[in-house]
């Protein structure tokens, strides 16, 4: 019930396309939705981040969809460019755990110039 | 640039020896964590620091003891690693509740690589 499923696995897209990532995920307990980008020989860095009352949040080229009767969310990244290269992990954290942020298992995405 | 910032960035170490990783941060944040990141996998929780105090420890191995000195430092030392231990250690942070919750983002160093000969 802890996991995080994340697909796809690795994505391609063109400059100027939309990369989509998306995650599901089953403990109905889960309350804070946040995305980390990653690039190679760094750390983990928070991209955007959604709370199961809103639907969608925007901030500049990336959307979080949120759909909680499906137990889904995912990433919406707009006009993607070759900086957005990198991989990204979305992420879960139920209300009673405190700490425990469970992670998908992260997607590589690649934006061709 | 991260505001947790971790030293060594990058290590050596033979399986006998002995050596500590580094993690400081001072945005005022009273959780502290240690995750270990293999190879295109995401980040796995070791250790969390609750106002300076132990309080999650996800079984992981003695030779990895960690240690909180203040609320600014966490080191993670090591002694007696196999092989299997080379990996990307990230230390992080964040705010802390009254009630202990982790409340809003968590902020990762850039990591210490190790290798473990």
């Known amino acids: 019930q802890q996991q995080v499923k994340q697909s796809p696995q690795s994505l391609i897209v063109q400059k100027g396309g939309i990369s989509i990532i998306n995650c599901a995920y089953e403990?109905?307990?889960?309350?804070?939705f946040p995305w980390y980008q990653q690039f190679p020989g760094k750390g983990p860095a928070l991209l955007i981040a959604?709370?199961?009352?809103?639907s969608e949040k925007k901030e500049g080229r990336f959307t979080i969809s949120f759909n909680k009767s499906a137990k889904q969310f995912s990433l919406h990244i707009m006009d993607s460019q070759p900086g957005d290269s990198a991989t990204y992990f979305c992420?879960?954290?139920?209300?009673?755990?405190?700490?425990?942020?469970?992670f998908g298992e992260g997607t590589q995405l690649t934006v061709n110039p | 640039d991260t505001e947790v910032t971790q030293t060594p960035k990058h290590l050596v170490m033979g399986m006998t020896n002995k050596k500590s990783l580094k993690c400081e941060q001072h945005?005022?944040?009273?959780?502290m964590y240690w995750y270990k990141q293999k190879a295109k996998k995401p980040p796995e929780l070791m250790f969390v620091?609750?106002?300076?105090?132990?309080?999650i420890n996800e079984s992981v191995p003695s030779r990895f003891s960690p240690e909180c000195p203040n609320s600014s430092l966490l080191n993670l030392h090591l002694h007696a690693l196999q092989p299997e231990d080379s990996a990307l250690y990230l230390c992080?942070?964040?705010?802390?509740?009254?009630?202990?919750?982790?409340?809003?983002?968590?902020?990762f160093g850039e990591g210490s690589r190790l290798t473990v000969l």
């Open positions: 403990n109905t307990a889960f309350d804070y």
């Open positions: 620091y609750s106002y300076e105090k132990l309080s």
């Open positions: 992080a942070s964040s705010l802390r509740s009254s009630s202990g919750r982790a409340v809003g983002e968590l902020f």
């Open positions: 992420a879960a954290r139920p209300e009673t755990s405190g700490s425990r942020l469970t």
């Open positions: 945005m005022g944040h009273r959780a």
């Open positions: 959604i709370r199961p009352d809103v």
